[in-house]
T-cell receptor
Framework: DQQVKQNSPSLSVQEGRISILNCDYT??????FLWYKKYPAEGPTFLIS?????DKNEDGRFTVFLNKSAKHLSLHIVPSQPGDSAVYFC????????????????FGQGTILTVHP | DAGVIQSPRHEVTEMGQEVTLRCKPI?????LFWYRQTMMRGLELLIY????????DSGMPEDRFSAKMPNASFSTLKIQPSEPRDSAVYFC???????????FGSGTRLTVV
């Protein structure tokens, strides 16, 4: 059962335009959400996160939006740059009430972003 | 800090052979996680440790997979016997706080032929 889903395997965007990556989740106990970025032959690196008490978090060109009622989050990159080309993973975790689920991150399948010059 | 160190970077082995993947977490991190990346399922959690104790191994696919953490600075993931469907990239990650972002190693690309 895939609790975190990224339904778009790939996304292609022109440099300077906005990139929007989407993520849906099914577990209503998730209360912390993260985006990771992965370059080839490297491990994923943390990009940005959001707590369920917020609906938006911004860090430079990156903004994450959370819609709890829809169980949906998105990552906006504005403006997109060729160096943003990578695989983006959405991840979620459960709070302390989650028993053994507490602390572990559940990841989506990833979306390959390609930014063309 | 050198980050999370995994070895080997690449492993090619024949079906039926034993494979051992190694991980050295960041010093001071109390949590260690083993993930497997595949195209279909993305990053799947296999097992995680807290203070060297396995907490959740529900993601370990079969009894052929086992993981140990004999001390705070070393962990192994073993597959015995290996099968072609085990071919994937295996990542180790460590963290100081639960659920608030991990530091990943560079991964081990395993190919079982």
């Amino acid at each position: 059962d895939q609790q975190v889903k990224q339904n778009s395997p790939s996304l292609s965007v022109q440099e300077g335009r906005i990139s929007i990556l989407n993520c849906d989740y099914t577990n209503s106990m998730f209360d912390y959400f993260l985006w990771y970025k992965k370059y080839p032959a490297e491990g994923p690196t943390f990009l940005i996160s959001i707590s369920s008490i917020k609906d938006k978090n911004e860090d430079g060109r990156f903004t994450v939006f959370l819609n709890k009622s829809a169980k949906h989050l998105s990552l906006h990159i504005v403006p997109s740059q060729p160096g943003d080309s990578a695989v983006y993973f959405c991840a979620a975790s459960v709070g302390s009430a989650g028993g053994t689920s507490y602390g572990k991150l559940t990841f989506g399948q990833g979306t390959i972003l390609t930014v063309h010059p | 800090d050198a980050g999370v160190i995994q070895s080997p970077r690449h492993e090619v082995t024949e079906m039926g052979q034993e494979v051992t993947l190694r991980c050295k977490p960041i010093s001071g991190h109390d949590y260690l996680f083993w993930y497997r990346q595949t195209m279909m399922r993305g990053l799947e959690l296999l097992i995680y440790f807290n203070n060297n104790v396995p907490i959740d191994d529900s993601g370990m696919p079969e009894d052929r997979f086992s993981a140990k953490m004999p001390n705070a600075s070393f962990s192994t993931l073993k597959i015995q016997p290996s099968e072609p469907r085990d071919s994937a990239v295996y990542f180790c990650a460590s963290s100081l706080l639960q659920g608030y972002g991990y530091t990943f190693g560079s991964g081990t690309r395993l190919t079982v032929v």
